[in-house]
């Protein structure tokens, strides 16, 4: 970390001696103030619910400028990654730190399309859910469940073990969100086929069955990898220091994991795009919006417009704009330009950048608003979207654990709290109560 020449100096109108606080400087970003040794020198914590000024880390892997609506991992821009690269090259570059080479990128990709089947045992695992389970609840159990079968590769203290434990899960994850999807449907799983791009496997294991080839379409098979690539990581996000503060306790990556996939979940976070779908569907038409609208601002209504805001971006999602234009590729492969979904979004986006409402709170729309209408184009069903950012977000999750386990200044995450509670009191006998 580097320091800056400037300090903080902290100061309270009850007299008591005031502080000084180191600041230090991002390569890019806010400066941060280092408030470690407040405690310990004043007897206060800082209060921050939310973490809306607090960073819980010092990181190298992705950068978000949420005012010009900037979106970088490892410092290059989101757009020429979509652009250039394939889904594995980014897994890359985010665990790694640089773009592979052609070698590097060979072998990476043998590496994890080797690692593609999971153990035969975990079907019957499986069996234990109800069919009609979320899909949500089934990977989450799953991926908590694959350290039961993994143990050969537990001990976080040694890289090598990690690295396996890495690929494994982002090798694993598509098979296992196939295998709840089959599940689901009464079909029989499909096992991968490694000398298809990652992306393409995924989708034969979705929609491919015993009884017919299956081809992929290479429109359809980019797209999807360019969903991969949008979602594969994003900073410090609920789900991020989920696994950040469960794998904080040293435990093994497949339940950090796992700990994140149930964050994900939550319709504030991965939820999200199914929720813009179910919107969409409920408004039905361009005619309702004005109404709809109405509703989002009225505050007692509990409605908010699904796929807009940001906790970050104040300007319009980089990824977004991607999504967008990956919605307009897909729909016009499969002959579906006048999706009535996709015109009703286009339309709601544009009324709402020009509402007052959203203009002056700056809500712009974000990666689900368009990601929903996309995956539904590709035949995936609302339910498994949020299985597909999981899918998507492994390498984030697992590159973040692994700086996370080997930054020198790793504590086991901790934080306090302001006690508002009864204080100390004798329990009552029963008559009295
Ligand atoms: N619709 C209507 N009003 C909204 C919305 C929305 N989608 N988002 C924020 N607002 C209003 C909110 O009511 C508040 O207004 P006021 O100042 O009058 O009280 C103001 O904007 C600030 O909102 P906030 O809830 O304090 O903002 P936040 O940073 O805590 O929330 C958010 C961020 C993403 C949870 C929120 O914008 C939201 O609920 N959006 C809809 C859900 C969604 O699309 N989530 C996906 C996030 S992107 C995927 C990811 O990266 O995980």
Not at 165 to 178: D, E, F, G, N
Not at 313 to 334: F, G, I, Q, S
Request: aromatic share 10%.
């Amino acid at each position: 970390m580097t320091p800056s020449d400037v300090k903080a100096t902290l100061s309270f109108s009850d007299g008591s001696p005031s502080v000084e606080l180191p600041i230090y400087k991002g390569t890019v970003g806010p400066d941060v103030i280092d408030i470690r040794k407040l405690y310990g020198q004043t007897g206060k914590f800082t209060y921050d619910p939310g973490f809306m000024s607090t960073a819980s880390c010092n990181s190298k892997i992705t950068y978000i400028d949420g005012d010009k609506g900037e979106l970088l991992y490892r410092g290059y821009p989101i757009e020429q990654l979509a652009g250039k690269c394939d889904h594995l090259e980014t897994c890359y570059l985010l665990l790694k730190g640089e773009l592979p080479n052609a070698k590097q990128k060979e072998d990476f990709v043998n590496t994890v399309m080797n690692h593609t089947m999971v153990h035969e045992q975990l079907q019957f695992f499986m069996r234990g859910f109800r069919r009609d389970a979320h899909p949500m609840a089934v990977l989450t159990g799953l991926v908590g469940g694959m350290s039961a079968f993994y143990h050969d590769a537990m001990d976080i203290d040694d890289p090598q073990q990690r690295e396996i434990s890495a690929i494994r899960l982002i090798a694993k994850m598509p098979t296992l969100v196939a295998m709840a999807y089959k599940y689901n449907i009464g079909q029989p799983y499909i096992y991968p086929q490694n000398d298809l791009s990652y992306s393409g496997n995924f989708l034969r294991m979705m929609f491919g069955t015993p009884c017919a080839p299956y081809h992929v379409n290479p429109v359809l098979e980019r797209a999807l990898d360019r969903i991969f690539i949008l979602h594969a990581d994003h900073e410090q996000n609920a789900s991020t220091s989920t696994v950040r503060l469960a794998g904080s306790s040293g435990t093994n990556p497949f339940a950090a994991i796992a700990a994140g996939v149930a964050c994900l979940w939550g319709p504030a976070h991965g939820g999200a795009n199914e929720a813009a779908l179910k919107m969409l569907e409920e408004i039905g038409s361009v005619d309702h919006i004005n109404e709809f609208i109405k509703q989002v601002k009225d505050k007692n209504s509990g409605v908010r417009l699904m796929g807009f805001g940001h906790r970050v971006y104040k300007n319009y999602d980089p990824r977004a704009k991607l999504m967008r234009e990956t919605c307009h590729e897909v729909l016009n492969e499969l002959g579906l330009h006048n999706d009535p979904l996709f015109k009703l979004a286009m339309e709601l986006e544009k009324i709402a950048l020009e509402d007052e409402y959203f203009v002056s709170r700056k809500l712009y729309p974000n990666v689900d608003f368009y990601s929903g209408i996309v995956q539904r184009a590709l035949g995936i069903p609302t339910s498994l979207f949020t299985c597909i950012f999981a899918l998507a977000r492994t390498p984030g999750w697992i590159s973040q654990w692994e700086e996370m386990i080997t930054d020198p200044e790793y504590k086991i995450g901790r934080p306090r709290q302001l006690f508002n509670g009864a204080s100390s009191r004798d329990v009552p006998d029963m008559a009295k109560r």
